[in-house]
């Protein structure tokens, strides 16, 4: 199975501040079709998932554009650009590319 | 509006069974594949189970966790997906969350685009 490591598992960001979280695949995401099937999902306190990103870079409809994702083959990377208190959660990277789907360990983003 | 409700949740013993629903509305369910995801209390989340549209012939994917005991199923005609739970482990504990998968409309793999808000099995004697 594909494992994904993310790093950090806690990141203490200031508010207005940016912030990364990266994701690393135990081998390459590149499906048939050249693409890297990643996507990013959020999970703020005491509420059911949502996606924020898909297919490495796609935005999802809603999504602030303070959100981003960029990478390619092992490695990706969700980037806030300034961070907001309504930005505290986990976050997860998942890949579909694979089966079995598997996500990494999630990112706990909190406002120091 | 694109609705997931899940039921079924409860408290049950080690080695009994449990069946989950997921009652889908605001969309054709028929035409789209499924899926479960779970996380245990305090943990991350994990894929559980997967199930194709009936234009792929309603085929199932399976977590190795969850192979051999868990079944998913789906009715289009009452728009539900299933989740038999058969000898259940302490490890089963968890909310476990239904998921509209449109993979075969955006030719994304793992392209979950709707999430319910949960229900919750405890095993536990």
């Known amino acids: 199975d594909v494992v994904m490591t993310q790093s950090p598992l806690s990141l203490p960001v200031t508010l207005g501040q940016p912030a990364s979280i990266s994701c690393r695949s135990s081998q390459s995401l590149v499906y048939t079709d050249g693409n890297s099937h990643v996507h990013w999902f959020q999970q703020r306190p005491g509420q059911s998932p949502r996606r924020l990103i898909y297919k490495v870079s796609n935005r999802d409809s809603g999504v602030p554009d303070r959100f981003s994702g960029s990478g390619s083959g092992t490695d990706f990377t969700l980037k806030i650009s300034k961070v907001e208190a309504d930005d505290v959660g986990v976050y997860y990277c998942m890949q579909g590319t694979y089966w079995p789907w598997t996500i990494g360990q999630g990112t706990t983003v909190e406002i120091k | 509006e694109v609705q997931l409700v899940e039921s079924g949740g409860g408290l049950v013993e080690p080695g009994r069974s449990l069946r989950l629903s997921c009652t889908a509305s605001?969309?054709?369910?028929?035409?789209?594949?499924m899926s479960w995801f779970r996380q245990a209390p305090g943990k991350g989340l994990e894929w559980v189970s997967f199930?194709?549209?009936?234009?792929?012939?309603?085929?199932?994917e399976y977590a190795a966790s969850v192979k051999d005991r868990f079944i998913m199923s789906r009715d289009d005609s009452k728009s539900t997906a299933y989740l038999q739970m058969n000898s259940l482990k302490a490890d089963d504990t968890a909310v476990y969350y239904c998921?509209?998968?449109?993979?075969?409309?955006?030719?994304?793999?793992?392209?979950?685009?709707?999430w319910g808000q949960g229900t919750l099995v405890t095993v536990s004697s």
């Open positions: 998921t509209r998968e449109r993979g075969w409309i955006t030719k994304i793999r793992g392209d979950i685009d709707y």
């Open positions: 605001g969309f054709n369910f028929g035409d789209y594949a």
């Open positions: 199930i194709r549209g009936k234009a792929y012939g309603g085929t199932t």
